[in-house]
């Protein structure tokens, strides 16, 4: 794979095959570890400052922290204190957070464009080591800064949506697209995060999360991600993402399979078709095909989801680098 890569942890790792995963990922020269932030999972800050200290270069991005349970002064706090131990190696991910697992909590994203505007004017000038005086409408902080002083740490913006993907290029360092996602969607939402740059007259880094997996026999690769592509499509927010790539999928089917525990009808709806259309999944040769055609679209860096340890990141960078 020519380019950037970086490797993904979605907080379901245990402790020994996230060091394995972040060992794999720095031996290999990828450039950062994106820790996710799901909410009911293993906590990101905890889980980035472990791979930091287990590893030698290798940077970590706060993948997405949402302003709706976490303060953007916190978010802001937590990546500049790890900058501090870790100087150089620290990325700040936000982004408004996984639909269900916000409803989960019992949380309301309510005007997320304005929410996310205003927390990367908070944690941009928080970085810069100013006193912020900072009166928006979601959030008010006055006449403090950090203790850490001034850090250079990239902010960067998970979105989707026309307008989030469009501040994501006018506001943010880079542009994080979310995983299921096909180089169709991908292509239209860079169109989109350009609209910002020009606007701004600027330009960001563009990465995308691609889920991967690889085996001698097709099948058996796509079966190691069928059931997470299909947890994700279900979605109604993915309905474009789905119709730019072409892909017929029942989603209410899906999501009613996935309610009841239908293991069986989710693996028939989520078809290889599917697979070969949302992932980097198949044989070496698919592989190595599946991710030149995310890389055409015009991606700085593919973030590497869904190794489920070490030796199966390996056998992916095998193929991969």
Known sequence: MTGAFGVSLEGKEPPEAMRDIA??????GASTIWVASHLFQREPIAVATAALAATRRIGTALMAMSPYTVHPVYAAMAAATLDEY?????????????????EAAGVEAKEPLRTLREAIGVARALFAGETIDFAGERFR??????ATGAR???????????????????????VLISAATSPAFIRWCLEAVRRGEGAAG????????????????????????????GFILRGPHHARNLELAGTTLDQQRLATAFAREDWPEVDRLVTDEVMRRHAASGTPD????????????????????????????????????
């Open 152 to 174: 250079h740490i990239p902010i960067v913006l998970a979105a989707s949506g026309p307008h989030m993907l469009e501040l994501a290029g006018a506001a943010a360092d880079g």
């Open 286 to 321: 698919q592989l190595r095909a599946a991710f030149q055609r995310y890389r055409s679209v015009g991606l700085d860096e593919i973030v590497i989801a869904g190794a489920a340890g070490g030796d199966a990141l390996r056998e992916i960078l095998a193929i991969a680098v």
């Open 202 to 229: 600027r330009s960001v880094r563009k990465m995308a999360l691609v889920y991967s997996s690889v085996d001698a026999d097709e099948k058996a690769a796509h079966d190691r991600l069928r059931r997470t592509l």
């Open 23 to 28: 060992a794999a990922a720095d031996a290999a």
């Open 86 to 102: 870790f100087p150089g190696r620290v990325q700040l991910c936000l982004g408004v957070g996984a639909p269900r697992d916000l």
């Open 141 to 146: 902080v006055k006449g403090r800064r950090l």
